[in-house]
């Protein structure tokens, strides 16, 4: 774990950001609708995708300000491409729970 600025690497968060999206995504697939009302359950996707994405955007930049020799070690510690590979495993959890939400925004049948 890099600890450098206040800056701190929490894969924890990131594992439960994930749980979270699936989570999230799977109810509505499950049960249809959270809340009986689409367009509240598109804006509750979307707000809830957009912050787990927040979470590997704030990472990376961090890692560009705190890490600032991090690309160049890329090939030679696996820790730091585990971490990478969370990384874009969160943001893409959190585009899908985007995209869940949108759909229901725009779902003229529900």
Not at 48 to 77: K, T
Not at 105 to 110: F, G, Q, T, Y
């Amino acid at each position: 774990m890099a600890d450098q600025g206040g800056y701190r690497r929490n894969a924890k968060t990131l594992w439960g950001l994930i749980l979270l999206a699936i989570a999230f995504s799977g109810l509505l697939r499950y049960l249809g609708a959270l809340t009986g009302i689409a367009l509240l359950d598109g804006g509750i996707g979307v707000a809830l995708g957009l912050y787990i994405c927040a979470h590997p955007a704030a990472n990376a930049v961090n890692m560009l300000f705190f890490e600032r020799d991090a690309l160049r070690r890329i090939s030679s510690e696996w820790s730091l491409v585990r971490w990478l590979a969370l990384n874009l495993l969160t943001l893409l959890a959190g585009w899908m729970v985007i995209y869940v939400g949108i759909i229901r925004l725009v779902d003229r049948s529900a």
